[in-house]
């Protein structure tokens, strides 16, 4: 299994970027996928998922109403489209998988840096 998380960079406070993780090495409609960042001297936190299907989604509510989770499961691949961006979302993003009946993600991508400036 492999994730290629990309799209990370630097951008001004309010700016936006949008973060793709493609995977390959299983059957992408099967898992689900979550985004996750950690930032400097931080532990890694959640930050947001979404279904096999797409159906459902959850967000940390320090992201809520600004970033947006999506897939296409015809491209295995998974996008975060982050808007309004803020220092504090200066972090590493990495994007994860777990299978839709299991109870952890399991396969994890390299991160993306988002370096977000004041």
């Known amino acids: 299994v492999q994730l290629q998380a990309s799209g990370g960079g630097l951008v001004q406070a309010g700016g936006y970027l949008r973060l793709s993780c493609a995977a390959s090495?299983?059957?992408?409609?099967?898992?689900?996928m979550g985004w996750f960042r950690q930032a400097p001297g931080k532990e890694r936190e959640f930050v947001t998922s979404?279904?096999?299907?797409?159906?459902?989604?959850y967000y940390v509510d320090s992201v809520k109403g600004r970033f947006t989770i999506s897939r296409d499961n015809a491209k295995n691949t998974v996008f975060l489209q982050m808007n309004s961006l803020k220092p504090e979302d200066t972090a590493v993003y990495y994007c994860?998988?777990?299978?839709?009946?299991?109870?952890?993600?399991?396969?994890w991508g390299q991160g993306t840096l988002v370096t977000v400036s004041s």
């Open positions: 994860a998988a777990k299978f839709k009946g299991g109870v952890r993600y399991d396969n």
């Open positions: 090495g299983l059957t992408f409609s099967n898992y689900n």
């Open positions: 979404i279904s096999w299907s797409g159906g459902t989604t």
